[in-house]
T-cell receptor, first 114, second 116 residues
Framework: AQSVSQHNHHVILSEAASLELGCNYS??????LFWYVQYPGQHLQLLLK??????LVKGIKGFEAEFIKSKFSFNLRKPSVQWSDTAEYFC????????????FGKGTHLIIQP | EAGVAQSPRYKIIEKRQSVAFWCNPI?????LYWYQQILGQGPKLLIQ????????DSQLPKDRFSAERLKGVDSTLKIQPAKLEDSAVYLC??????????????FGPGTRLTVL
């Protein structure tokens, strides 16, 4: 069975600080990895995804994530955060080219202070 | 492009009552998912449909939860009877295989259920 662990449940940063949110997964086969974001009052939206190839993937709004297979990790990064990045961030894993249902972590609530 | 539609947005019921949620996926999306998101946790898959057939319902509490997608488009999720621990946001998502062969799930706004 798949599982996802997000290390930080609440993170508070100041604007322009660098961000790294940790995500580790447990799964024996080929995985597809995702980061979703939920801004206050909005739907879950896809930030970025990894299926194969270059382990450093770039997403929307300046976010990127690095897949490190040996560490079963897929950490999310952003060099300089903005107040508008305040949101809930979820790491998720699936198999089957993304067709299968997603297994989510518990989420990280990120607050950016102006 | 219209997104995934869900209704109602909010529902308050008493325990042992029944409730139903409706989802209209993005046009053309063959795969539909229902997730349950309890406060403070990530969404958990309840059931996955491919057209009108069930692909995965291993985490659906079948003694009280049921779901259908009769014509391969809209779907309903029902809880009968509801328990206090069913209080959660119920999310519907749909996906389509892209030209790259990769699927991406698009989520609706969810239905927030409170069971008193």
């Amino acid at each position: 069975a798949q599982s996802v662990s997000q290390h930080n449940h609440h993170v508070i940063l100041s604007e322009a600080a660098s961000l790294e949110l940790g995500c580790n997964y447990s799964y024996g086969g080929t995985v597809n990895l995702f980061w979703y974001v939920q801004y206050p009052g909005q739907h879950l939206q896809l930030l970025l995804k990894y299926f194969s190839g270059d382990p450093l993937v770039k997403g929307i709004k300046g976010f990127e994530a690095e897949f490190i297979k040996s560490k079963f990790s897929f950490n999310l990064r952003k060099p300089s955060v903005q107040w508008s990045d305040t949101a809930e961030y979820f790491c998720a894993v699936s198999s089957g080219g993304g067709a299968d249902g997603l297994t989510f972590g518990k989420g990280t609530h990120l607050i950016i202070q102006p | 492009e219209a997104g995934v539609a869900q209704s109602p947005r909010y529902k308050i019921i008493e325990k042992r009552q029944s409730v139903a949620f409706w989802c209209n996926p993005i046009s053309g999306h063959a795969t539909l998912y229902w997730y349950q998101q309890i406060l403070g946790q990530g969404p958990k898959l309840l059931i996955q449909f491919q057209n009108n057939g069930v692909v995965d319902d291993s985490q659906l509490p079948k003694d009280r939860f049921s779901a259908e997608r009769l014509k391969g488009v809209d779907s309903t999720l029902k809880i009968q009877p509801a328990k206090l621990e069913d209080s959660a946001v119920y999310l519907c998502a749909s996906s389509l295989k892209g030209t790259s062969g990769i699927y991406e799930q698009f989520f609706g706004p969810g239905t927030r259920l409170t069971v008193l």
